[in-house]
C-alpha cells in the first residue's frame, strides 16, 4: 500500500467519537505494515500524570511512548465562554 501523506480527524462535538475512529484506523494502517505518527494538536483536560486521556490512547494505538509526545503549549487556566485571554 502507498505512504498516505496525512489524515486529520474532526467532528461536531467532544465525545463524537473522533479519537475511537481514529485509533481504530491506526491500528490497521500499522497491520498493513504503515509507518504511523500522531498527533492531537488541541486537547482538553489531563489525567493525574499529565496527560490527555485520548492522546494516551492515540499513543497506545500507534505504540508510541507517551513520552515521545510533547506538549507544544499548556495553558494554566481555564477557558471560559466569553473569555478571549486570561487577563479578562
Do not use: C, Y
Amino acid at each position: 500500500m502507498p505512504a498516505l501523506p496525512g489524515l486529520f480527524f474532526t467532528g461536531t462535538d467532544t465525545g463524537v467519537g473522533k479519537t475511537h475512529v481514529a485509533a481504530l484506523v491506526i491500528r490497521v494502517l500499522k497491520q498493513q505494515g504503515q509507518r504511523v505518527r500522531v498527533s492531537k494538536p488541541v486537547a482538553t483536560g489531563v489525567n493525574a500524570q499529565g496527560w490527555n486521556e485520548d492522546t494516551v490512547k492515540l499513543a497506545q494505538a500507534a505504540d508510541m511512548p507517551i513520552e515521545q509526545w510533547s506538549t507544544i503549549t499548556r495553558f494554566g487556566w481555564q477557558l471560559e465562554p466569553g473569555r478571549r485571554r486570561p487577563s479578562e
